[in-house]
């Protein structure tokens, strides 16, 4: 299949939406970013990439993060992780507390705020220091992209700090009922900081490649998480990538994915290809508007999805 042309195709039609939706505001850096950005990358099982856009072009990848993140959790902590954190989707906005409240606060899924803090403070735990979680979650996205100089974003973590109340009250909810390890305010940082990491859509994509092959990077043949394991990744991805929209998104596009408030998304295809597609402007759900009707045209152009 000619997937550059497919890719090229795309972006022609995706001009128009780029106007479309708006840069999320809530994180004054990420704010100044300008909206009419477009890039996409595939990377297939040998290697080959495609392009197209601004695939060069770094951003924030804020909550696709917590894909790393969860992977590291659920390597070390294995089944016992599913006592901090559920696997269901929460219907609900990705920094909601109300469910938190009336689930004792065990949060819905580790890819709502609440859950990917848990997660965080679960790593910190383990690794017994803030420096050292983030060194380890900054070693692993470096090791998965092969950019050994991958790096966060300072003004962004400090940014999300200054306006970081609502995550701090996520995390006071969840210790209050006994479901967190850790300082709250150097465990919320470790997570802005591992939020702000910066990546393009080349990196984005071959750091998720791991994913489409059973945790194991074809390229490099390294494991990096066991089969068993990388289905509950992704099927998890599926059901609760996209918050609220998950069932929209596995509807029009087909496949598991996780999105970002910086624009990004990663999507994988088992056993065929990673995908990584940036566009700064959200729909009302704080997914990529362009990047999601992007990822629709390429499943329904090429026939690849899960279903
Ligand atoms: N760092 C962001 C936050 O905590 C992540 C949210 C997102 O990308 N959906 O609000």
């Known amino acids: ?52 856009g601004d695939a ?47 689930e004792n606060g065990i949060p819905r899924n580790p890819f709502i705020n609440a859950g990917a803090i848990a997660i965080t403070d679960s790593l910190v735990s383990h690794y017994k220091d803030h420096y050292k979680t983030l060194e380890v979650i900054m070693n692993f996205v470096r090791e998965l ?53 910066t990546m393009n859509t080349e990196e984005l994509s071959r750091a998720f490649l791991f994913l489409a092959f059973a945790g194991k990077d074809p390229i490099s043949g390294r494991e990096f998480i066991t089969c068993p394991k990388t289905k509950r990744i992704n099927a998890v991805m599926l059901t609760c990538g996209h918050y609220d929209a998950s069932g929209e998104f596995a509807f ?15 999507a994988v295809v088992p056993g065929k290809m990673s995908i990584a597609v940036w566009s700064p402007a959200l729909n009302r759900y704080g997914n990529s508007h362009a990047g999601t009707l992007a990822l629709e045209k390429f499943t329904t152009k090429t026939g690849v999805s899960i279903f």
């Open 56 to 102: 060069k072009k770094k951003f924030s990848i804020q909550s696709i993060s917590k894909v790393f993140t969860f992977t590291l959790a659920l390597d070390i902590y294995s089944t016992e992780l599913y006592k901090r954190v559920g696997v269901e989707p929460s219907g609900n906005p990705f920094n909601s507390l109300v469910q938190l409240e009336y």
């Open 1 to 52: 299949m000619d997937y550059q042309a497919i890719l090229d195709e795309i972006y022609e039609e995706i001009q128009p939406e780029l106007k479309r939706g708006k840069v999320a505001d809530y994180i004054p850096a990420l704010a100044e970013v300008a909206q009419e950005q477009f890039a996409m990358t595939v990377t297939l099982e040998d290697g080959t990439v495609y392009s197209v």
């Open 145 to 197: 992209s092969g950019n050994p100089s991958l790096s966060f974003d300072p003004e962004v973590a400090n940014s999300e700090m200054e306006y970081g109340d609502r995550n701090l009250s996520l995390a006071h909810l969840m210790k209050s009922f006994g479901n967190f390890e850790n300082d709250v305010t150097n465990t919320v940082m470790t997570y802005f900081k591992h939020c702000s990491i």
């Open 252 to 266: 029009h596009v087909g496949l598991p994915a996780k999105s970002g408030v910086g624009g990004g998304i990663a």
